[in-house]
């Protein structure tokens, strides 16, 4: 069965730096997102991504936040310089078309010291 | 904007039938899920239910919706110990993009 795939599953870095998370959605899906967990919270919505633009952003998702789909298969989201709040599990998710349902990739551990 | 409401704590022994409640806001959504989160897995879509119906059974699980009350149920039957885990109650909004807002997430604790 086709799944969304996420690279790295941990990545630990120092604050101020710009981190990369990669996520390789399902192959024929159109809709892109991000979101967010931060440990003990609620699941967080950050980006939505449609026809190669953000279609929606939350208040969450500021200038250090960008997401991008280089080719046909990646949608990544970099955070430039990541601050402390940054930890947290960052899940990417794809859906195919305007009604069907969303599928999550196991997350990316983000942790900032 | 949309709200998604769970009670935090279920225990329940095995072989028990558990169910999760969950109340929601925006009545226009197409469908609503029930997602699953094992310890420090992601997660993972258990099932869902469109919005035109009342109950969907699937194997050991049961969704009930009231869309009068905007009130969600998931049952499981014979609860076993791979069971225990988060579950998070969560609705598209009914935008174009439809994200999806998620519930605070209950956490069944299934006792041996």
């Known amino acids: 069965e086709p799944e969304v795939t996420q690279t790295p599953s941990h990545q630990v870095t120092q604050m101020g730096q710009e981190v990369i998370l990669r996520c390789v959605p399902i192959?024929?899906?159109?809709?892109f997102y991000w979101y967010r967990q931060i440990l003990g919270q609620k699941v967080e919505f950050l980006v939505s991504?449609?026809?190669?633009?953000?279609?929606?952003k939350s208040e969450i998702f500021d200038d250090q936040f960008s997401v991008e789909r280089p080719d046909g298969s990646n949608f990544t989201l970099k955070i430039r310089s990541t601050k402390l709040e940054d930890s947290a599990m960052y899940f990417c998710?794809?859906?195919?078309?305007?009604?069907?349902?969303?599928?999550f990739g196991p997350g990316t551990r983000l942790t900032v010291l | 904007g949309e709200d998604v409401e769970q009670s935090l704590f279920l225990s329940v022994r095995e072989g028990d039938s558990s169910v999760i409640n969950c109340t929601y806001t925006?009545?226009?959504?197409?469908?609503l899920y029930w997602y699953k989160q094992e310890p420090g897995a992601g997660l993972q879509l258990l099932t869902y239910?469109?919005?035109?119906?009342d109950m969907k059974q699937d194997q050991r699980l049961t969704v009930l919706l009231n869309k009068k009350d905007k009130h969600l149920s998931l049952r499981i039957a014979d609860t076993q110990t791979g069971d225990s885990a988060i579950y998070f109650c969560?609705?598209?909004?009914?935008?174009?993009?439809?994200?999806?807002?998620f519930g605070t997430g209950t956490k069944l604790q299934v006792i041996p």
């Open positions: 991504f449609y026809n190669n633009e953000i279609s929606e």
């Open positions: 192959s024929n899906h159109l809709y």
């Open positions: 239910i469109f919005s035109n119906m």
């Open positions: 925006d009545s226009s959504s197409t469908y």
């Open positions: 969560a609705e598209p909004n009914s935008g174009g993009y439809q994200k999806v807002t």
């Open positions: 998710a794809s859906r195919a078309g305007s009604t069907d349902t969303q599928y």
